[in-house]
């Protein structure tokens, strides 16, 4: 049996920051950011917004579509989780009423953690082939104000239900995984925002896609030809495009179009909404197939490189499930983008303090996100509270 995508949902916040204003009151000239970094807009997540409403969010586009009686498993991969113990997943299975029989849990590896989740989904379906899984990739990035990583902050979840004989994407066998122990970015327990090694940090990106796209190439015996697009974690969308000059730096001409073309498509959410860590390959993966000029053939091979910073790589691909732009939401993810409001620097800066703030044991939060969605509605005796905006 074939196992992979069947459903994929999309959320992220509804204010954002144009990165000229944010070039500007840097003194910075915006082509940096525009060209040089290559991103547009960044999400900011207000007070009321964190990795449990974005997670929550981002299924519920969907949810109406799955058959409750077969879901297993839910997992939550995560860099800015919202406790040291309880998981993020399990506020999440509460708010959109899973049963309580299934398996959830959250994962930690920094961006890579959706896709520990994804591979661990697939083990999953495999052996209990009547059976599904919730993955969701959620993050907050955040760097800090006036720091070299602040363009590249974000914020957004991803949700894919995987599945047997999935509607968009079926995952050939295999994967290349490469691990080392470094430290180009981390957060240690007291810190709300990231520590990073930036230059050091692009360098082992691109080794550790090297080393894991060379690894599967051999082990598939494939070249990059065979591929109709590669899909990178896009911390920044410039990295991506570095990766992908790699990948078809031995291609044939018709193909290196071809790669170029469809890199171009995966990264037009991207430079939207910034960095989402855990979700971010798969936004790529989205945005390639919503943006695509075309709709790509049945068949086609789609490559996925994930990366997760201290650091784990991998490499997987899968192949496009006939009939698969029927289930996407393109209009919906279209009008989510275009009714954000978008903030002044001093508003930016504003929420983004507020945010790294120690909550007190008890407050009430108001929100506002449009109704029918989750917020973060305060805490009570410090344990999290999550409402459906009426
Ligand atoms: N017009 C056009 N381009 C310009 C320009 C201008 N006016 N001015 C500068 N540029 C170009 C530079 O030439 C450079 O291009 P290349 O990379 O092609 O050489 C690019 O803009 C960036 O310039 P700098 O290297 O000088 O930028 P910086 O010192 O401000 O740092 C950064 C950039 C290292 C990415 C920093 O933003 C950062 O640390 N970000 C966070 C770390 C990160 O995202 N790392 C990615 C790999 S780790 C990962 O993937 C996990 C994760 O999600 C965090």
């Known amino acids: 049996m074939k196992i992979g995508i069947d459903r994929i949902g999309f959320a992220t916040t509804n204010k954002y920051l144009d990165l000229d204003d944010l070039a500007s009151a840097r003194g910075v000239d915006p082509n940096k950011f525009k060209i040089g970094i290559g991103q547009n807009k960044m999400a900011v997540a207000d007070l009321a917004e964190d990795i449990v409403t974005l997670a929550i969010n981002s299924t519920l586009e969907y949810l109406a579509e799955v058959d409750l009686t077969k879901l297993g498993l ?15 997943s399990l506020f999440v299975k509460e708010a959109l009423n899973l049963p309580n029989e299934i398996r959830t849990f959250e994962v930690k590896e920094a961006c890579f953690g959706a896709t520990a989740g994804l591979m661990m989904a697939r083990d999953y379906v495999r052996a209990h082939p009547n059976h599904t899984a919730i993955v969701i990739g959620s993050d907050i990035a955040r760097y800090g104000l006036q720091t070299s990583g602040e363009v590249t902050q974000g914020a957004g979840a991803v949700s894919m239900l995987v599945a047997g004989d999935p509607h968009i994407i079926a995952f050939e066998e ?82 290196r179009a071809r790669l170029e073309d469809n890199f171009e498509y995966s990264t037009k959410y991207g430079r939207e909404v910034g960095n989402l860590y855990t979700g971010s390959l798969y936004l ?18 789609i490559g996925f490189f994930s ?9 997987f691909a899968g192949e496009l499930v006939a009939g698969y732009e029927q289930y996407l939401k393109k209009e919906l993810h279209r009008r989510m983008l275009a009714e954000r409001r978008k903030l002044t620097v001093a508003e930016y800066e504003d929420i983004f303090t507020k945010t790294l703030a120690d909550l007190p044991a008890d407050i009430e939060l108001t929100s506002d996100v449009t109704p029918g969605k989750y917020y973060f509605a305060g805490q009570s005796g410090f344990a999290r509270q999550y409402r459906n905006k009426k």
């Open 174 to 255: 295999g994967h290349a995984s490469y691990s080392e122990d470094i430290n180009d970015f981390w957060r240690p327990n007291n810190f709300k925002t990231a520590l990073v090694d930036g230059k050091y940090s692009t360098e082992i990106y691109l080794k550790f896609f090297q080393q894991t796209f060379d690894t599967y190439l051999a082990q598939n015996k494939l070249t990059a030809d065979d591929f109709a697009a590669i899909t990178y974690h896009l911390p920044f969308t410039k990295m991506g495009l570095k990766a992908n000059r790699l990948a078809v730096a031995a291609a044939a001409p018709d193909s």
């Open 284 to 301: 790529s993966f989205l945005s390639l197939l919503e943006n695509a000029d075309t709709v790509l053939q049945p068949g086609a091979r």
């Open 74 to 88: 839910l997992i939550v991969g995560t860099e800015s989780g919202i406790d040291q113990s309880k998981s993020a």
């Open 307 to 315: 990366y997760g910073s201290g650091a784990m790589g991998e490499f």
